[in-house]
């Protein structure tokens, strides 16, 4: 089968590997749609502690056909079509027993998306595995990975009517969506005026052109809940200094490992302005964010982009790097056609 190989950063290949054989517990996943996000960007160009050692696989976000399973498995039969999760949690860490899978002390990945067929760990299997619902184009389901960060990012803090998001790139959109379904009045700074409009169709009461300066605190600023969704250190410094006395800042969007950036102490101590964070998923977040998807409220189907072929994975990769418009790229088997 044909798999993308990653052996070293920004040296991404197409190759033939051995076809998956399912163990015990384990079930082997025909891939049916993956999607690309500036994660995977990212990942290509600088690594990511998930990748693990070259060559890596990659791809995060798919789902697909059940094509075989190993012995004990239940939950899923030969056919059923379904999304994976890329992770699981252990369910006996100190973490996991309070509640926060995210920060699961053994959080086992499955990366390889981008290939023909993956193999599912049995815990992955038993965990983290959900059958697609009525309505989800099979192309659109793998959103839920990133959508259910964004209803992690959302379950972590309290909505109020007040809320800015600085990013309009695919979370910015997805979280400005789930603002205004909570009841907030999202506003949606970004610095390209094209996502901006998309913003529109995706619950945002404002949107406004980003300058990177003052113009963005006045227009944007005094929120009760700001939600950084850009992974820049500026871009956190900026979310910071928005948030209204007694605020909350959610600093969503990831930045590189050791990236330091600075905060006055007076908006934390006189202000009362509380910094958070939030990391990744947990199971229950992947199964309301395909209920998400089946609500239909949105046009989530805007956030994807050209279908492509696995073997044009590594240019339109690597053409996310300039491209400004959030959409994702579905990307579609190598023994798939397009369409």
Same mark, same amino acid.
Request: charged share 20%; glycine share 12%; hydrophobic share 45%.
């Given at each position: 089968m044909k798999a993308a190989l990653v052996y070293a950063p920004g040296d991404l290949r197409i190759e033939e590997v051995p076809d998956p054989v399912a163990g015990?517990?384990?079930?082997?996943?025909?891939?049916?749609?993956?999607?690309?996000?500036? !994660?995977?960007? $990212?990942?290509?160009?600088?690594?990511?502690?998930?990748?693990?050692?070259?060559?890596? =696989?990659?791809?995060?976000?798919?789902?697909?056909? @059940?094509? %075989?399973?190993?012995? *004990?498995?239940?939950?899923?039969?030969?056919?059923?079509?379904?999304?994976?999760?890329? %992770?699981?949690?252990?369910?006996?860490? =100190?973490?996991?027993?309070?509640?926060?899978?995210?920060?699961?002390?053994?959080?086992?990945?499955?990366?390889?998306?981008?290939?023909? $067929?993956?193999?599912?760990?049995?815990?992955?299997? =038993?965990?983290?595995?959900?059958? @697609?619902?009525?309505?989800?184009?099979?192309?659109?389901?793998?959103?839920?990975?990133?959508?259910?960060?964004?209803?992690?990012?959302?379950?972590?803090?309290?909505?109020?009517?007040?809320? !800015?998001?600085?990013?309009?790139?695919?979370?910015?959109?997805?979280? %400005?969506?789930?603002?205004?379904?909570?009841?907030?009045?999202? !506003?949606?700074?970004?610095?390209?005026?094209?996502?901006?409009?998309?913003?529109?169709?995706? *619950?945002?009461?404002? !949107?406004?052109?980003?300058?990177r300066g003052p113009d963005d605190i006045a227009h944007g600023g005094d929120a009760d809940l700001v939600i950084e969704a850009v992974g820049r250190p500026e871009a956190w410094e900026l979310a910071v200094a928005m948030a209204a006395p007694g605020g909350t800042v959610n600093l969503f969007g990831g930045c590189a490992r050791d990236t330091t950036f600075t905060v006055g102490t007076a908006r934390v101590h006189y202000e009362e302005v509380t910094l958070t964070g939030t990391y990744h998923h947990a199971p229950r977040y992947l199964a309301r964010a395909l209920d998400v998807l089946a609500g239909n409220e949105y046009p989530w189907a805007e956030l994807l982009g050209p279908q492509i072929t696995l073997d044009q994975l590594p240019d339109a990769l690597l053409g996310r790097l300039h491209d400004p418009q959030p959409a994702k790229y579905s990307v579609i088997t190598a023994s798939s056609s397009p369409g």
């Open positions: 015990p517990g384990e079930a082997v996943l025909r891939i049916g749609a993956a999607a690309s996000c500036h !994660t995977d960007v $990212k990942s290509l160009l600088r690594g990511h502690p998930s990748l693990g050692p070259f060559p890596a =696989r990659l791809g995060h976000e798919f789902a697909g056909t @059940i094509e %075989s399973v190993g012995e *004990g498995v239940t939950n899923v039969a030969v056919g059923d079509v379904v999304f994976s999760g890329n %992770s699981a949690p252990c369910g006996e860490c =100190r973490q996991c027993l309070r509640g926060r899978e995210s920060l699961c002390q053994d959080l086992l990945y499955v990366l390889g998306g981008f290939a023909e $067929k993956v193999l599912l760990p049995e815990r992955v299997v =038993r965990k983290n595995l959900h059958r @697609i619902p009525d309505g989800v184009p099979l192309a659109l389901a793998p959103i839920a990975e990133p959508l259910a960060c964004a209803v992690h990012a959302l379950d972590v803090v309290e909505v109020p009517e007040r809320v !800015t998001i600085l990013g309009g790139g695919s979370l910015g959109l997805m979280l %400005s969506a789930l603002v205004a379904s909570a009841g907030g009045k999202p !506003t949606v700074l970004d610095p390209h005026p094209e996502r901006l409009e998309l913003a529109k169709r995706f *619950g945002a009461a404002k !949107t406004v052109v980003a300058t």
